[in-house]
């Protein structure tokens, strides 16, 4: 998994699955042994594998259930239909050169559309709640299921669809605007990006939720005094506190005992106790425990 997660660690998947269309992924679902574990790779964001690696099938939505179809509403909107595995970038700007506003924010966002909902993703005030009109879910079973966004329990990263259900495509709703002043837009949010995110480094963006309340995550950890620590080849990043770095060859273990060290110290510190965005891959699925 070194190869095909942002934070370029993890050992090795059982399978590797890369469905063509909805109907091969629900075949697929149904083929599985009851009790093996699926997960949506999506993009490889937000999600840290342990070392042994995971004793599943992780699918691949982003080489074939791609597809962007875009279809005229009233009132001057737009809709798009969106297929799982579609890139956040490649969404963002497919509207952007179609005159269509909405999807700004997910031009800096790493990872898909299916990842991008289920962790319900957002940036600088919009989230994919906003956006979405419903999703087609596959469940462990193999059947489809078509879901209005009030229905998916969508609030601060995260959602109400079930472990191991994969969202296949979705239906989002955009409103006519200017290409060059939506593009504009992406621009100062990259360039917000670029001033307080450690770009250079393998990283899976934001490591611990902000509390619903009082100071955010990485001014915790920076009354911590946690900036700049590192374990093994993993660091907490000089830039951004939030962010933990892959200088180069790190090890899974390494990114849990610098997770377990910011909690402890924030907690000790300010009585908080950090809540997890990063989801922790072990052997049989998510783990639970953290």
């Not at 791609?66 to 005229?72: L, R």
């Given at each position: 998994m070194t190869r095909r997660t942002t934070l370029r660690m993890g050992g090795p998947a059982r399978w590797l699955a890369q469905p063509e269309d909805e109907k091969s992924l629900a075949t697929l679902m149904r083929s599985l042994t009851p009790g093996t574990p699926g997960l949506a790779l999506g993009g490889g964001s937000n999600?840290?594998?342990?070392?042994?690696?995971?004793?599943?099938?992780?699918?691949?939505?982003?080489?074939?259930?791609?597809?962007?179809?875009?279809?005229?509403?009233?009132?001057?909107?737009?809709?798009?239909?969106?297929?799982?595995?579609?890139?956040?970038?490649?969404?963002?700007?497919?509207?952007?050169?179609?005159?269509?506003?909405?999807?700004?924010?997910?031009?800096?966002?790493?990872?898909?559309?299916?990842?991008?909902?289920?962790m319900n993703a957002g940036a600088y005030g919009s989230e994919m709640q906003n956006v979405l009109v419903w999703a087609e879910l596959i469940d462990v079973h193999g059947q489809c299921h078509r879901r209005p966004v009030e229905a998916l329990g969508l609030g601060y990263r995260k959602s109400a669809i079930p472990d191991g259900w994969i969202v296949a495509s979705t239906l989002l709703r955009l409103h006519r605007d200017d290409p060059e002043r939506i593009r504009r837009r992406i621009r100062e949010m990259n360039q917000k990006r670029r001033r307080s995110q450690p770009l250079r480094y393998p990283s899976a963006g934001s490591v611990f939720k902000n509390p619903p309340e009082g100071p955010l995550a990485w001014e915790l950890i920076d009354r911590a005094g946690l900036r700049g620590a590192s374990e093994g080849a993993v660091q907490i990043s000089e830039q951004h506190s939030n962010f933990f770095i892959n200088r180069g060859g790190a090890r899974t273990r390494d990114m849990l005992a610098l997770i377990d060290c910011a909690r402890e110290r924030v907690l000790a510190e300010s009585g908080v106790r950090l809540e997890l965005e990063l989801k922790v891959i072990g052997s049989g699925g998510v783990r639970r425990d953290l």
């Open positions: 999600m840290l594998v342990a070392d042994e690696g995971f004793d599943g099938i992780m699918l691949d939505l982003t080489a074939k259930m791609n597809d962007i179809q875009k279809h005229a509403a009233e009132g001057g909107e737009w809709l798009i239909r969106v297929g799982g595995g579609a890139s956040t970038r490649t969404v963002s700007h497919y509207s952007r050169r179609n005159g269509l506003s909405g999807l700004e924010f997910l031009a800096g966002i790493p990872g898909s559309v299916g990842g991008a909902l289920k």
